[in-house]
């Protein structure tokens, strides 16, 4: 748990204070401090002065505002560690009376797969589905594809029909597509004529 500056600064005080009331202890347990001692200090304190009786009230009030002080600084501490939500693993086809038809993100991963692998131009194909909504997915393909393939023509029509593809199928909506080249296509070397 991480305190701030002035919660830190609260708790040191504190904490010297328990040790000079375990000093205490431990001097009346061996005698080295009397009760004649203690109890002069008492007098001294409450000897009938009202500033003595202010002085003694403030230090209990500032001891008292130190405490609840340092409990508010711990139970931020928890409530601010509260358990992440975990992210959803599947998409809401429909709901309706009869109930909601979900569709698992492995099951959209490998409808992915499955429409990137069956153009002739993708060589390799990796796949990631976000969940944007209950019924809206993001897509992001990384992908390896064939020399000589043109590549803003390419994209922008697997783009298209991988949105048309899912949704379709699915049932869900896919807000974006997001296509990246992993490894760019080299043009092949025109012949030497000699």
Known sequence: ??????????????LFIIIALAALSIGVAMSL???????????????????????????????????????IAMGK????KATPQAKPTSALIQAGDNGA????????????QRHCRANQKVKECESNIVVLETNAVAVGVKLVV???TVLPEFTNAL????????ETYCGIVVR?????????PQPQKPARVV
């Open 1 to 14: 748990m991480k305190f701030r500056w002035i919660d830190k600064l609260l708790l040191v005080l504190v």
């Open 146 to 148: 064939a020399n000589e």
């Open 77 to 80: 501490r928890k409530a601010a």
């Open 159 to 166: 783009q298209e029909s991988l949105k048309t593809y899912i």
């Open 101 to 112: 038809a979900s569709v698992s993100l492995q099951a959209v991963d490998a409808m992915v």
């Open 176 to 184: 974006n597509v997001d296509v990246l080249i992993i490894s760019a």
């Open 33 to 71: 401090i009397t009760a004649e001692s203690i109890v002069m200090v008492v007098e001294i304190l409450t000897n009938g002065l009202i500033e003595n009786r202010l002085i003694l009230g403030g230090i209990g009030l500032v001891l008292l505002v130190f405490a609840f002080r340092l409990f």
